[in-house]
């Protein structure tokens, strides 16, 4: 799968150009390189996919209301988008703050010119571990930030792909609350002339999100007590088959993926991406055929995000899952813990 090239800036100043409309268009047609779905992603996602839009787009001297936009995510909490000539971030703020509530992302951008991608994985929670009293955690809110330099720097632009997920507070079992589907975000901004007088600068941002309100494809326990029944969950996706994820306790055990299908000529592609830097040292990609019923298993990164192209008669479906997981801890077992979350895109 190719990875969408993140555009650096001109050396022109901004005077250069003959006028603000000008560089509006140089704007959206840039932004619209960085949104630009590849091949595998602009394929068919499940029929029961909602989709929404939060986007903003300003230029030169503007009301300030334009540097904000919001936008529910289904059944989890409040997106906002901010563009700010000194404060860039992508923001979300659960309906509640006693669930664990994460936006994982992996973020592509350009740096010292080279392409790179982060691993980011913004959380709000009352309770870091089983151990926690509560008195801690985050504030009601969290983001990531998207400038790289202060004061911000001129020109900025990028990409993020990603799952923002909630589930029960890790101070209790993992079903012990209900279960909500997961949202797949795929993000982009640009900016520029940051550093210019006001009505040289301009900005764009845009936010697509996609929630199957049908399932909830979550694997979540807390403690060793509280994995047994809990390893392995199923997704159906039909007519392409059923997603198994699987995520057992212990140092030898297995956390993976797996798709079931009936479709002899079944195909799985993924890219698995860990921690940051360069691209190539951070994204391991991999293409599995149908075998005995099954196509994989795939390991999932203990720290880390996947994207996943699953084809079987004729359909393709498209899947982010964020995974995260502390199976070897012998001295504490009920501070193991596993956290699986897919959503399609």
């Excluded at 800036?9 to 140089?26: D, F, G, Q």
């Excluded at 959206?28 to 909602?50: E, F, M, Y």
């Excluded at 936006?103 to 790179?116: F, G, P, Q, T």
């Excluded at 926690?132 to 990028?158: C, M, R, V, W, Y």
Aim: net charge neutral; glycine share 8%; proline share 6%.
């Amino acid at each position: 799968m190719t990875v969408r090239s993140v555009p650096v800036p001109s050396t022109a100043r901004p005077r250069a150009l003959a006028a603000t409309a000008l560089t509006l268009a140089v704007v959206a047609a840039l932004l619209g390189s960085v949104a630009t779905s590849s091949p595998a992603q602009a394929r068919r996602a499940p029929d029961d996919v909602i989709t929404k839009t939060i986007s903003l787009s300003w230029s030169g001297k503007t009301d300030k209301s334009s540097y904000t936009s919001s936008g529910r995510i289904p059944g989890i909490g409040q997106l906002k988008l901010v563009c700010k000539p000194k404060n860039t971030m992508l923001k979300i703020k659960p309906d509640d703050r006693n669930r664990e509530t994460t936006m994982w992302l992996a973020k592509y951008e350009k740096k010292n010119y080279s392409d790179v991608v982060a691993v980011k994985n913004v959380r709000v929670y009352r309770y870091d571990t089983a151990d926690d009293d509560g008195t801690g955690g985050t504030g009601k809110a969290a983001h990531e930030g998207l400038n790289q330099q202060t004061p911000i720097e001129t020109f900025a632009s990028g990409y993020a792909e990603g799952v923002i997920s909630t589930r029960t507070g890790r101070h209790l079992p993992g079903g012990a609350q209900g279960a909500v589907p997961a949202t797949s975000i795929k993000f982009s901004w640009w900016w520029e002339n940051f550093r210019e007088p006001r009505r040289y600068r301009s900005c764009s941002m845009q936010a697509e999100l996609a929630t199957d309100p049908t399932q909830s494809a979550l694997l979540t326990w807390h403690g060793d007590q509280d994995s047994e029944g809990r390893t392995v969950v199923t997704t159906d996706l039909s007519p392409v088959g059923t997603l198994e994820l699987t995520c057992q306790t212990g140092r030898r055990s297995i956390q993976w993926l797996r798709l079931i299908t009936d479709d002899p000529n079944a195909t799985m592609r993924a890219r698995t991406i860990t921690a940051e830097g360069l691209l190539d040292d951070h994204v391991e990609e991999d293409f599995m055929e149908a075998g005995g019923g099954y196509v994989g298993p795939l390991d999932m990164p203990e720290n880390g995000m996947m994207e996943l192209n699953l084809t079987a008669h004729g359909r393709t479906v498209n899947m982010y899952v964020s995974s995260y997981y502390i199976t070897n801890d012998d001295k504490d077992p009920h501070l193991n813990l596993c956290e699986v979350a897919a959503a399609p895109f």
